[in-house]
């Protein structure tokens, strides 16, 4: 079993490095975006016990909160 969660550790970090270095080459508002939609999702996963539809839902509206962010800033 410790084998098995080195593995997946192992993975998840690695995926992690991975999409942070994807967000290099983002506009700031796409950044926003990303930042919303990560935090929406974990909000809604928490609210809601871990559901898919609160996750999804989280994510969606963080999303789109977060586009919105700093807008009118150009």
């Known amino acids: 079993m ?3 969660k080195k593995i997946v550790c192992t993975g998840l970090t690695a995926t992690l490095f991975v999409s942070l270095g994807a967000c290099s ?3 700031a508002r ?10 929406g999702a974990v909000g809604g996963a928490i609210l809601t ?5 609160g996750t999804v839902g989280g994510a969606a509206v963080g999303g789109i909160i977060g586009n919105q962010v700093g807008k009118d800033k150009n």
């Open 25 to 27: 080459g983002m506009s």
């Open 30 to 39: 796409d950044q926003n975006t990303a930042v919303g939609a990560g935090v």
């Open 49 to 53: 016990g871990g559901s898919t539809a």
């Open 2 to 4: 410790n084998t098995l």
